[in-house]
């Protein structure tokens, strides 16, 4: 539990906001599959631009998300509290990145991304379990987002 006053400053507020994907990761049970449930909007939004624009924007979340980690996990005492779900964002993004915006590939990419990062396969669980930072925290979902654009894309190809 932090206190009031680690979070009195402005910087502080914003990066709690930031690392909590707007306070999802406040959410009282499974917070980092409701501060997943951000990346559909997001997903939407991204879609609508061209490749080198949603890398360019995928590449600045991804970094963000190694900056906000890294200090919310100060702020909090604990490098993977589970308040932090901006590394989810991240995740998600990566399982649907490049792709169409469609309700079937954002429900069924959401729920390969849980499942991959929940059961965290190799190299995922490295990162989760050896760097106790703001880049660990979020390379461990940066993999499971890729291992569910794998299973996404082979569902949208034999089902599509």
Not at 77 to 86: F, L, P, Q
Not at 106 to 115: Q, S
Not at 120 to 145: C, H, Q, Y
Request: glycine share 10%.
């Amino acid at each position: 539990m932090i206190d009031r006053h680690q979070t009195d400053t402005p910087l502080q507020r914003l990066i709690l906001f930031l690392a909590s994907n707007a306070g999802l990761g406040y959410a009282p049970i499974a917070s980092g599959t409701v501060g997943s449930l951000m990346g559909i909007p997001f997903f939407y939004y991204l879609s609508c631009f061209g490749w080198p624009l949603q890398l360019v924007t995928f590449a600045a979340l991804l970094f963000l998300s190694f900056w906000a980690c890294d200090e919310a996990g100060k702020i909090y005492g604990e490098a993977d509290d589970g308040r932090i779900v901006i590394d989810e964002l991240v995740g998600y993004l990566a399982t649907v990145l490049f792709l169409p915006f469609s309700w079937p590939a954002a429900i069924i990419g959401f729920f390969w991304f849980r499942l991959f990062d929940i059961t965290k396969p190799t190299p995922a669980s490295w990162f989760d379990r050896e760097m106790k930072n703001g880049i660990g925290v979020t390379l461990d979902d940066l993999v499971a987002g890729i291992y569910a654009a794998i299973a996404l894309r082979l569902c949208l190809w034999i089902f599509g």
